[in-house]
């Protein structure tokens, strides 16, 4: 028999609480949550007719996942400006501020020249 049936025609589906093949496993849920070839259905309900119909579960899960995927657009986006502004401040207080400019070009032709009259 084809899994979730049985009988001598194999034309009988498994009755509740059976499923699978030969209908010997248990479902340890409702009648409309058990399936008879896969066993209690988490996020599927079987209707009246037999067709499966998605839950409100999967509905609510997937709106949970696109709130978490802005949380963590947004908190990637608050430790990116955090480690921006600490590698600012350090090259500032590496190089110093407005009070010690980085290299003053004027100061650099009213340098000591070395005397090389001594090199004697």
């Known amino acids: 028999c084809d899994v979730g049936f049985y009988n001598t ?7 509740y ?3 699978g093949r030969d209908c ?16 209690c259905l988490k996020d599927i309900e079987i209707s009246e007719n037999g067709t499966a119909v998605i839950s409100k579960k999967i509905a609510q899960r997937k709106q949970g996942v696109s709130t ?4 963590t657009s ?24 407005r009070d010690k400019p980085m290299l003053d070009i004027m100061d650099m032709g009213q ?4 005397d090389k009259s001594n090199n004697l």
Do not use: D, F, H
């Open 24 to 39: 010997q496993n248990i479902c340890n849920c409702t009648q409309n949550m058990c399936n008879i070839v896969q066993g």
């Open 74 to 97: 947004a908190l990637t986006g608050l430790v990116s400006l955090s480690v921006l502004v600490l590698i600012a401040y350090a090259i500032q207080k590496r190089y110093g501020g």
């Open 111 to 114: 340098r000591e020249k070395p």
């Open 9 to 15: 025609t194999c034309s009988s589906p498994c009755p």
């Open 68 to 71: 978490n995927s802005a949380m």
């Open 17 to 19: 609480p059976t499923y």
